[in-house]
């Protein structure tokens, strides 16, 4: 069966340090790829997302993801973390048939410390 | 960009009444939605696939006839949660599939915070 898996629960990092989640998937295929972050108690928003072409792509709020197809890896990175990044972050996959729901990982919350 | 409202967004019923809650493309049709379920600190889990003009499709442990599922439009797609218990006290997220194109993206609404006291 698919899964998605974020082994990070929970991360800290200084503000203005770099930023490394962790996302690995499992399917047969290479499936559609998306990260979302959510704030407490709204919805989601989308970063990013990987369909296919450029296995590294770029994303809103200065994150960017690499598809690593040998490692069935999507980590989402940003080089520098602003406070406002604090929130949860979810990677889910999407199979390539219609009519299918996406699949999400447990999700990492982040902590952004001064 | 692509639009999904959701309504009501923070909802406060009592014990063994039913609330609906709907999920609105603005912008485009959705053949497909889908209602999701968030505990707190938790991710997301399917709950049913709503399919325009059918039945709408149940994930295994998901009550069909606690949590009503209406998708009379290619625009609209309502959850009815029946006799709500406090245990059904959640956060519920909707999405809608767009179909144009080639790619198969989908859109979430803000969700709906449901409290039954």
């Known amino acids: 069966a698919q899964s998605v898996t974020q082994p990070d629960i929970h991360i800290t990092v200084s503000e203005g340090a770099s930023l490394e989640l962790r996302c690995n998937y499992s399917y047969g295929a290479t499936p559609y790829l998306f990260w979302y972050v959510q704030s407490p108690g709204q919805g989601l928003q989308l970063l990013l997302k990987?369909?296919?072409?450029?296995?590294l792509v770029q994303g809103i709020k200065g994150f960017e993801a690499e598809f690593k197809r040998s490692q069935s890896s999507f980590n989402l990175r940003k080089p520098s973390v602003h406070w406002s990044d604090a929130a949860e972050y979810f990677c889910?996959?999407?199979?390539?048939?219609?009519?299918?729901?996406?699949?999400f990982g447990k999700g990492t919350t982040l902590s952004v410390s001064s | 960009g692509a639009v999904v409202s959701q309504h009501p967004s923070r909802v406060i019923c009592k014990s063994g009444t039913s609330v609906k809650i709907e999920c609105r493309s603005l912008?485009?049709?959705?053949?497909?939605m889908f209602w999701y379920r968030q505990f707190p600190k938790q991710s997301l889990m399917l709950m049913a696939t709503?399919?325009?003009?059918?039945?709408?499709?149940?994930e295994q442990g998901v009550e069909k006839d606690k949590f009503l599922i209406n998708h009379a439009s290619l625009t609209l797609s309502t959850l009815t949660v029946t006799s709500a218990h406090p245990e059904d006290s959640s956060f519920y997220i909707c999405?809608?599939?767009?179909?144009?194109?080639?790619?198969?993206?989908?859109?979430f609404g803000p969700g709906t915070r449901l409290t039954v006291t």
């Open positions: 889910a996959v999407g199979l390539n048939q219609a009519g299918t729901a996406l699949i």
């Open positions: 912008d485009f049709q959705a053949t497909t």
């Open positions: 990987y369909f296919s072409g450029d296995t």
């Open positions: 709503s399919n325009e003009g059918s039945k709408a499709t149940y």
């Open positions: 999405s809608a599939r767009d179909h144009r194109g080639s790619s198969y993206e989908q859109y």
